[in-house]
């Protein structure tokens, strides 16, 4: 497993923060993006990606924000709903993805939590020679309602049953998507999966429809 810091460059006052693991072969690659008050370094994602990393799948962990705007964004929280402005990275970020040395050639999957869930979706509609596959944890898909029918790449929604208000959102998302999809609900689990063995679930959960739709993709 080759585990590295990256930095990715997007213009010289936006640098964004990334940990970019690559098993040998890596059977495809999965872009991850947080919601707002979250990091790479985020034990949940961490756990995740851990997971998928043992499948066989390399794992991007990336800061959508750079460490100026996070401050900033403690006192104003005008970012974390920018849907717009975090899609437009991650597009970036897939296309990087896309042209590393370790991952070209192979399928992309993006999996998003919060508002990064709704980042990801319309990221998946714009790009859809690039994302072969979508797994939302406890998304806010409703802020990408516009993008949401035109997603083609299978979609994956998780949520918590104890997570009533995000669960509802995500049924009246599911209606609006066009693509493969499904809603996967954790019985007893809350909006972070912190309940014994939820979040285990979450990353099973994960790492099937990666395997599924990831394998033997090439986009480009």
Do not use: Y
């Amino acid at each position: 497993m080759e585990v590295s810091e990256i930095e990715l460059r997007l213009s010289p006052a936006v640098r964004l923060g990334g940990s970019f693991a690559t098993p040998g072969g890596a059977r495809g690659a999965v872009l991850f993006t947080h919601g707002s008050g979250s990091s790479r370094f985020s034990p949940r994602n961490r756990k995740v990606a851990d997971v998928l990393q043992r499948s066989g799948l390399a794992t991007l962990l990336l800061e959508l924000l750079t460490p100026a705007e996070e401050e900033a964004e403690r006192f104003t929280r005008h970012l974390r709903f920018d849907i717009e402005l975090l899609s437009g990275r991650l597009t970036a970020a897939l296309q990087w993805l896309s042209r590393a040395p370790q991952t070209q050639g192979v399928g992309l999957g993006l999996f998003g939590s919060s508002t990064g869930a709704a980042a990801a979706l319309v990221a998946a509609a714009r790009e859809p020679a690039l994302v072969s596959a979508v797994v939302s944890r406890g998304g806010r898909p409703d802020l990408a309602s516009e993008a949401l029918p035109l997603v083609r790449a299978p979609t994956l929604l998780i949520v918590g049953g104890a997570d009533e208000v995000v669960l509802d959102l995500n049924r009246d998302a599911l209606a609006l998507l066009r693509c493969e999809k499904r809603l996967e609900v954790v019985p007893g689990a809350t909006h972070l999966f912190e309940e014994p063995g939820a979040l285990e679930r979450v990353a099973t959960l994960a790492a099937r429809w990666f395997e599924v739709f990831l394998s033997g993709a090439d986009r480009r």
